[in-house]
């Protein structure tokens, strides 16, 4: 049985840490036979959270910083009136408000918060400050002070609203922070609150659609079918112009050596030899260089 290369879209379950999901993932493959690869993930999800977790395997781990790097999109839930420390449903309540917003003014504020937007990240996260993890300082009492960065919300919606919650949808860049966004929201709108439930809609290419459960790949892997659910390594290359070579040019490349360029064949392209990856390449000029090699 051959080592399998390419990418699991796990559903990720409320209340299972992204690790944990990547490694109930490698006790599949290692229940169902498969040789160990490298395995990684395209995108933390917060056990809170729940659904679209690229999981990558073997050569395709070479492209999860693109992963990284993709436009997300989720659906969340804020709940008006309170607001705890660590922005979700999880944290101490820090504050409370009466205000509660009707429909029309929570959608006449949102397109103050789509675009590029500044936006400053909760206390409970994983970003360092000094060498440690906000998150760390921030259940150790301490204070704790980042800085804002640059995001941008690239669309954002009401799908429902009621008296305590308005649940919205949004299509966000790399490194937004939706409980960020659900706190700024409610004190435009002359309030407080927090996220009570956040689910993934969307990474980079990958949806629900082609999203299953990990109660689906466990009894994939009891039955040895779990490679039916494994998306080939370009599918998350969709977007990137294929550049056929010859079986030399493809040993070459494997190689790490410059290719001749084509002044009409520009920027990154994935090499390919027949139906086989061999690199991710740029064109520049009159040279092809590889940017990342596939061991296929």
Not at 243 to 270: E, H, N, Y
Request: charged letters at 20%.
């Amino acid at each position: 049985m051959s080592a399998l290369h390419g990418w699991i879209i796990l559903d990720k379950p409320y209340g299972l840490g992204s690790t944990q999901a990547v490694a109930a993932v490698k006790r599949c493959l290692r229940e169902a036979g498969y040789p160990k690869v490298k395995i990684g993930h395209g995108g933390t999800l917060d056990p809170l959270a729940s659904g679209v977790l690229p999981i990558a395997l073997g050569e395709a781990t070479k492209l999860a910083g693109r992963m990284l790097d993709s436009d997300k999109a989720y659906d969340f839930c804020v709940k008006f009136g309170e607001k705890t420390d660590t922005l979700d449903a999880e944290g101490v309540v820090i504050a409370t408000s009466d205000a509660r917003p009707a429909l029309a003014e929570v959608e006449a504020i949102l397109p103050r918060f789509t675009g590029p937007i500044e936006q400053m990240p909760p206390a409970y996260s994983a970003l360092k400050v000094d060498g440690r993890r906000a998150y760390d300082l921030a259940r150790a009492g301490e204070e704790v002070t980042l800085k804002t960065r640059a995001v941008t919300i690239h669309a954002l919606e009401v799908l429902a609203c009621d008296a305590e919650c308005v649940t919205l949808s949004a299509t966000v860049s790399k490194g937004t922070y939706i409980r960020s966004l659900a706190r700024d929201i409610a004190l435009a709108l002359g309030t407080v609150g927090h996220v009570t439930m956040l689910r993934r809609t969307k990474a980079g290419p990958f949806t629900l659609k082609s999203a299953i459960s990990l109660d689906k790949i466990t009894q994939a892997a009891k039955g040895r079918t779990i490679v039916q659910y494994v998306l080939p390594l370009t599918v998350g290359l969709d977007d990137i112009p294929a550049l056929p070579v010859t079986p030399d040019q493809a040993l070459a490349l494997r190689q790490g050596k410059v290719l001749a360029g084509d002044p009409r064949k520009q920027g990154l392209m994935l090499a390919t030899e027949g139906q086989t990856p061999i690199a991710l390449v740029e064109g520049s000029g009159l040279e092809i260089r590889v940017v990342r090699g596939f061991n296929l």
